[in-house]
């Protein structure tokens, strides 16, 4: 969905930077969620799911 929203409304867009902060952490081996509080897009580390191993998937 993100890459679909900066498609039509550009790189300039919180999608596109929320985008290139998930590559970089990617890059560096994170394993990256993206979470919305409001109008907001966080990028950030996946919560572990109870009784889930912390290695990378």
């Known amino acids: 969905m993100l890459r679909h929203t900066v498609r039509i ?3 300039q867009t919180a999608a596109a930077r929320a ?3 998930a590559e ?3 890059a560096a081996g ?21 009784g889930e191993s912390n290695v990378n998937r």
Not at 33 to 48: E, H, L, M, S
């Open 9 to 11: 409304l550009g790189d």
């Open 19 to 21: 985008l290139e902060e």
């Open 24 to 26: 970089r952490r990617r």
């Open 30 to 50: 994170e394993d990256v969620a993206f979470y919305c509080d409001g109008n907001t897009i966080i990028v950030g580390p996946r919560q572990k799911q109870e």
